[in-house]
T-cell receptor, first 114, second 114 residues
């Protein structure tokens, strides 16, 4: 596997379900990101992890819970979601540390909440 | 709060024609990125612009950055159908300490017609 991978690619869940999204990067990066892409809205940053530490939570509701066990893996745990949470969830990674670096994106998970 | 505005949001052009997409942003930043997204796919990095006056070219696309005007342009020369996609600009801004975060524009949906 190369680059940034995400599983599953598609997910349909009810509002009372609990599910998790997984992201893995094979680029040797130290920073990982979760973004939400909804129709007709700009790409929204949700969370940032730098060297496994969360450095950004962009006022995301607690029904989204991120987890970063190591620099290569990032999870997004989902619980009691709302229909408006239906969107494409994109994971990205970058070199990390200080400074700004180009982000590389995974293919995304298309989430539908019913 | 950093605001990033792209225009136009929708662009329909004929093959062989030239056009420019504009990206304005509201706060000083030295780093700007252009991404391409095909339908149902992830974001692909096109250009990384890191200083005032930076100009980069790849095939029929050329991107430039004017940090004093807070403006980046993506110029399309002699468009071909394969360029049909959504193009995003994203601006880096320090979000606290040594961390940076990207703010994306809404994207420009480009359709190139035969």
């Amino acid at each position: 596997e190369t680059g940034v991978t995400q599983t599953p690619r598609h997910l349909v869940m009810g509002m009372t379900n609990k599910k998790s999204l997984k992201c893995e990067q094979h680029l040797g990066h130290n920073a990982m990101y979760w973004y939400k892409q909804s129709a007709k809205k700009p790409l929204e940053l949700m969370f940032v992890y730098n060297f496994k530490e969360q450095t950004e939570n962009n006022s995301v509701p607690s029904r989204f819970s991120p987890e970063c066990p190591n620099s290569s893996h990032l999870f997004l745990h989902l619980h009691t979601l709302q229909p408006e949470d239906s969107a494409l969830y994109l994971c990205a990674s970058s070199q990390g540390g200080t400074g700004a670096y180009e982000q590389y994106f995974g293919p995304g998970t298309r989430l539908t909440v019913t | 709060e950093l605001k990033v505005e792209q225009n136009p949001l929708f662009l329909s052009m004929q093959e062989g024609k030239n056009y420019t997409i504009y990206c304005n942003y509201s706060t000083t930043s030295d780093r700007l990125y252009w991404y391409r997204q095909d339908p149902g796919k992830s974001l692909e990095s096109l250009f990384v612009l890191l200083s005032n006056g930076a100009v980069k070219q790849e095939g029929r696309l050329m991107a430039s950055l004017d940090t004093k005007a807070r403006l980046s342009t993506l110029h399309i020369t002699a468009a071909v159908h394969d360029l049909s996609a959504t193009y995003f600009c994203a601006v880096d801004m320090r979000s606290g300490g040594s961390n940076y975060k990207l703010t994306f524009g809404k994207g420009t949906l480009l359709t190139v017609n035969p």
